[in-house]
């Protein structure tokens, strides 16, 4: 396992180390364009966007388990983290999985509402975390799906975004 940092760094750097291409995504995604901690929003996990190939998901399981995450998929621990016939349903079917260590949650997930990996990895912006570089989806698409999932929590996300955006532009005034 790495030494230094929170168990979500060192994911991240574990995964780009490994080479995954991914894009960080949600409300994890959104916090990166704060412009200080007062505007970063709680998240209980960390949304990260493969690319729909199976290679992707299966990179992605085996360098998060050499930093000791575990797994589940629709609730009930995911052992098949090998297998790739598994892994090309779950691809195919767009599902998520879900690696949890010392309470760290990241969802890796193979499809998100509005946006392709393409159109958002296209774009995104790159972001220094420590020794490496990710990539987070643009702030408007960002917001764009969240709308476009349409989700209780989310368009609860939205209303508090918007309300923020408002408090801090008559702050500035």
Known sequence: MSAGGSPF???LEALV??????????VGGINFYARDASEIVRTIDLDLLLSRRVEALARALSALA???FRFEAGGEPFVD???????ERVVAAGSNVVATREGASIDLMCSLAGFTFGELAADAE??????????V?????????????????????????????????ERED
């Open 17 to 26: 180390r490994a080479g995954v291409d991914f894009v960080v995504v949600g």
């Open 66 to 68: 050499s930093e000791g």
């Open 126 to 135: 790159p972001f220094r975390l420590g020794a490496v570089e990710i990539s």
């Open 81 to 87: 983290s090998t297998d790739d016939i598994v892994l």
């Open 137 to 169: 989806g643009k702030l408007e698409k960002l917001l764009r799906s969240k709308e476009l999932a349409g989700r209780a929590k989310d368009r609860e996300f939205l209303r508090l975004f918007a309300a923020r955006l408002r408090d801090a532009a």
């Open 9 to 11: 760094q060192q994911a």
